[in-house]
């Protein structure tokens, strides 16, 4: 199983781009799910989280403008972007703690990442 990721690209600053990230395929069940960005010459780092009940959790550097949610039916997570700013252009990866079918075994698995530039 892949996770694809949607929704990146160049957006002006002040932008509310959304982020969409969801299995290539169908799975058993997905637990936990999350964004990560990863700018150039750093570490990755946590954007936010959601668990399956929808507790989440959010970067210090995020609260207040990005929003993270999640559609169990689709099996998706959303990272709704806004009030963008060009410190924030970086590649963003979602990742997800899920089981598929075939096994007991619970993985997490990351997404390709999507490139988002914060630029005038």
């Known amino acids: 199983v892949q996770l694809v990721e949607s929704g990146g690209g160049l957006v002006q600053p002040g932008g509310s781009p959304r982020l969409s990230c969801a299995p290539s395929k169908s799975i058993f069940s997905i637990y936990a799910m999350g964004w990560y960005r990863q700018a150039p010459g750093k570490q990755r780092e946590l954007v936010a989280a959601i668990t399956s009940g929808g507790s989440t959790n959010y970067a210090d550097f995020v609260k207040g403008r990005f929003t993270i949610s999640r559609n169990n039916t689709k099996n998706t997570v959303y990272l709704q972007m806004n009030s963008l700013k060009p410190e924030d252009t970086a590649v963003y990866f979602c990742?997800?703690?899920?089981?598929?079918?075939?096994?007991?075994?619970?993985?997490?698995?990351w997404g390709q990442g999507t490139q988002v530039t914060v630029s005038s």
């Open positions: 990742n997800a703690d899920l089981r598929e079918f075939w096994t007991s075994v619970r993985i997490v698995y």
